[in-house]
C-alpha cells in the first residue's frame, strides 16, 4: 500500500504561486508514474499534470501548460507541483495520484492510489 499526503495549498491572489507538494510513504514510488488532478466544486475531477516514473517525461493540461510545471524527487518519494501565474479559475481541491507502471495516463480512473487532496484558493 501506498499513501499519499498532499501539502502546500492555501489562499493566493490572482497572479501568485505555490508549490504543491506529495509525500508518499509504505512504498517507494521510483517505478510509478503520477499524476495531478484536481476538483472544483459542482464540477468533475480533471486532469492537471502527470509524470513518468524516471521523470523524464511529463504532460499537461492544456489549461495550465506553461503555467505549471510537475516534478519528482525519488530519493525524497515526493511529488511536486510548481504552479505559477495562478488564475482564479485554477482554484480547486488538488489530488495527487500514483500508478503502479512507470507511464502515465490522463484518466483518474487508471491511477491506483490517491492523497485526501488540498485545497487552492486563488482570489481575483
Known amino acids: 500500500q501506498v499513501q499519499l499526503v498532499e501539502s502546500g495549498g492555501g489562499l493566493v491572489q490572482a497572479g501568485g504561486s505555490l508549490r504543491l507538494s506529495c509525500a508518499a510513504s509504505?512504498?517507494?514510488?521510483?517505478?510509478?508514474?503520477m499524476g495531478w488532478f484536481r476538483q472544483a466544486p459542482g464540477k468533475e475531477r480533471e486532469f492537471v499534470a502527470a509524470?513518468?516514473?524516471?521523470?523524464?517525461?511529463?504532460y499537461y493540461s492544456d489549461s495550465v501548460k506553461g503555467r505549471f510545471t510537475i516534478s519528482r524527487d525519488n530519493a525524497k518519494n515526493t511529488v511536486y507541483l510548481q504552479m505559477n501565474s495562478l488564475k482564479p479559475e485554477d482554484t480547486a481541491v488538488y489530488y495527487c495520484?500514483?500508478?503502479?507502471?512507470?507511464?502515465?495516463?490522463?484518466?483518474?480512473?487508471?491511477?491506483?492510489?490517491w492523497g485526501q487532496g488540498t485545497q487552492v484558493t486563488v482570489s481575483s
Open positions: 509524470i513518468s516514473s524516471s521523470g523524464g517525461s511529463t
Open positions: 495520484a500514483a500508478r503502479i507502471v512507470p507511464r502515465y495516463t490522463v484518466y483518474d480512473e487508471r491511477y491506483d492510489y
Open positions: 509504505g512504498r517507494t514510488i521510483s517505478s510509478y508514474a
